[in-house]
């Protein structure tokens, strides 16, 4: 009996120790994954700055539907506006602001340490397309009266017109 029941604990142990292996493994797997590389990454959609703005005004849960994956991430997305504003976040990144005077939101576009010095080329006036992935849509901010932008990020200059 005694052989038995130390033949079982053994048993046991190994597979404890194979499945600690196994999750340890598709963690550090997970862990080291390379990020998304958005501007290598296949253009998804293509539209003016207003065109998503007022997707999102009009019905944001469709337009979640139609701009973020199953698991809630973004497809790939190019914006074509004109530059409102030129600012920088905390982190020193370059934001541009793509709209016009008629429309009531913008797209507030981030982009990355990378792509920053790209981003300095332009002024406001400027017609541009932006590559990026949407982090939230617009949407009206009863509280403060206001509306607030599409914000895209990982963003990079496609082309000047």
Not at 8 to 33: D, P, Q, R, S, V
Not at 120 to 133: L, R
Not at 150 to 155: F, N, T, Y
Request: hydrophobic share 40%; proline share 1%; glycine share 8%.
């Amino acid at each position: 009996m005694m052989a038995s029941s130390k033949k079982i604990l053994k048993i046991t142990i190994i597979i404890i120790g194979i499945g600690i292996l196994i999750i340890g493994g598709a963690g550090f797997y997970m862990f080291n994954k390379p990020a998304r590389d958005v501007q290598k990454t296949k253009t998804d959609f293509s539209f003016d700055a207003g065109e998503i703005v007022d997707e999102y005004l009009l019905d944001a849960h469709k337009a979640n539907e139609k701009y973020l994956d199953e698991e809630g991430n973004s497809k790939v997305l190019e914006v074509t506006g004109i530059v409102a504003e030129i600012s920088e976040d905390f982190k020193g990144q370059t934001v541009i602001l793509l709209k016009s005077d008629t429309d009531k939101a913008g797209v507030s576009c981030t982009f990355t340490a990378e792509s920053n010095a790209r981003a300095a080329a332009f002024k406001i006036g400027d017609e541009i397309t932006i590559k990026g992935v949407i982090r939230s849509g617009a949407a009206y901010d009863e509280d403060l009266g206001m509306y607030e932008n599409v914000i895209v990020e990982k963003s990079d200059i496609v082309s000047d017109k």
